[in-house]
């Protein structure tokens, strides 16, 4: 039998932790030949509702799960680990400037980022959910010299597995036939859900729907998504948001199906025009060790205008960190 693999998850006690934990334990993560050994990172007040997810776990006994940490400390949380899932960050606040949040997050990932580098294990795969989450990845992974830097990534498959379903039921089809769909850009509302690369029933995605509804509705309807689940639901979007995170682990250690891709916020290497080193939302494939950007797309000026639109938000934020000494 195979050695566990240590999984560490911040924020471990709050809602989306709640929805993850189970799944990764039940084997969704890594899959059903892989046992797990759960790291739950809290802040001290915390702990104790972490313990309580502990015991729960405990008491579903999981053939596949190994055993269960907890702490409060970043470098016994991280040490070892083969995938670290940051789901814990700072909230915005009523009042709250950008700046402030910037540096609220910063103190977060920094020293996660410093303790990954310290202690993870030499495969390590690290996924940001908490946000701003491209922003910071990328703080994190400037911490962690010794680490490559694609091993950072923020997630967008929610965004992505949201514009999915929009599509499909609109033209009235089955999720599985919707492929090559493209978030481009930040896990923000300026994020640009690409239709035009999508294909459904073997056609152009773009090409079965009004140019009107994929302006109007489609993209404002993803982009806007989280907040309509705050409305509905009066709590942010936590089993999605929790399955979109196994989803993107999943698909990168298993790699995305031939003649498909995803979309991930990677580390640019230039592609697209993304300035190079920002973490972005881009069309990607795993092999099952890493992502590589999908190469030779065409982008007409109304997708080039939308995605630069994004990326420079994001140009903004790694500016903003920098000046803030947290990069
Ligand atoms: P939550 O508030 O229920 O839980 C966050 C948890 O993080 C809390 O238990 C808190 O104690 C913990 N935490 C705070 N600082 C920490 C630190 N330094 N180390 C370890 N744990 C720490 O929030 P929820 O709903 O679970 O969401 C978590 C994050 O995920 C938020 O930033 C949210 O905006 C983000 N999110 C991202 C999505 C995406 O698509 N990328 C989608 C949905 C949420």
Redesign the pocket.
Known sequence: STAPVKVTV????????YALLFRIASGQLLGPDTPVRLSL???TP?LK?AEGTAMELDDCAFPLLAGIDISDDANTAFDGTSVALL?????RGPGMERGDLLSANGG?FKPQGEALNKGAADDIRVLV???P?NTNALIAQSHAPDIPAERFT???R??HNRAVTQIAQKLGVGVSDVHKLTIWGN?SATQYPDLFHAEVGGRSAAEQVEQEWLENTFIPTVAKR?AAIIDARGA???AS?AN?AIDHVHTWVHGTPEGDWTSAAIVSDGSYGVPEGLISSFPVTSDGTSWKIVQGLEIDDFSRAKIDASVAELSEEREAVRSLGLI
Do not use: C, F, K, Y
């Open positions: 911040t924020g471990a006690a709050g809602q989306i932790g990172l809290e802040i915390a509702a789901v814990g960050a700072r909230p977060i959910v908490g946000n989450a923020a997630m967008t929610l965004d896990h989280g942010s979007s936590a948001a979109a």
